[in-house]
């Protein structure tokens, strides 16, 4: 049954990569617009956390399609970009947020990961999402797929870690962390 769900929204995904999200031009980022007042910049018609890195930008600056398409698979109001980190030819990891905030911090934001896997086969993967708390739980999912690991989900996740891995017979080629927002 999961096997079906995760097939049926990589196909979601990817219909609404061509169909729904703008198209994305040059890796420039003279596109952007910036919100000042939610510290929010706009790339490609993707919100994106105005402090988050340069490599965030370029990521989805360089195909704003697939990044939009991704957010659908972490659910609604999922819709503002935390971080992203390409892999190689390998995979790319999305965190998102949806700007709430569940305790009484800047850093109490609700944060999803997904680790998309770009090779085109079957892989070991998985994603590990740890938020900025010691006595909360780590989230993840690993296992055996084709499209993505995750999505996995932290209430107060923002400052936390998003942790991906990806195996080719039996090498680790994927074993990183990304930081989740702009935290000091």
Known sequence: MKT???LGSACAVLLT???VAPAASAADLSGAKADRSAGIVEIQGIKVERQATAETKRIIESDARVAAATANVCGSGYTIST???RYGTYGTTYTWTNGTTTGDSYYDKPICAVFFNDTGYTRYMGIRLKDNYTSTADVEDFGAYGSYAGPVYQKRGYCGKAYSYME????AVVDNYLTVGSCN
């Open 168 to 171: 080719i017979g039996g090498t």
């Open 17 to 19: 990569a061509l169909l």
């Open 4 to 6: 079906a769900i995760r």
């Open 83 to 85: 971080g992203a980190a």
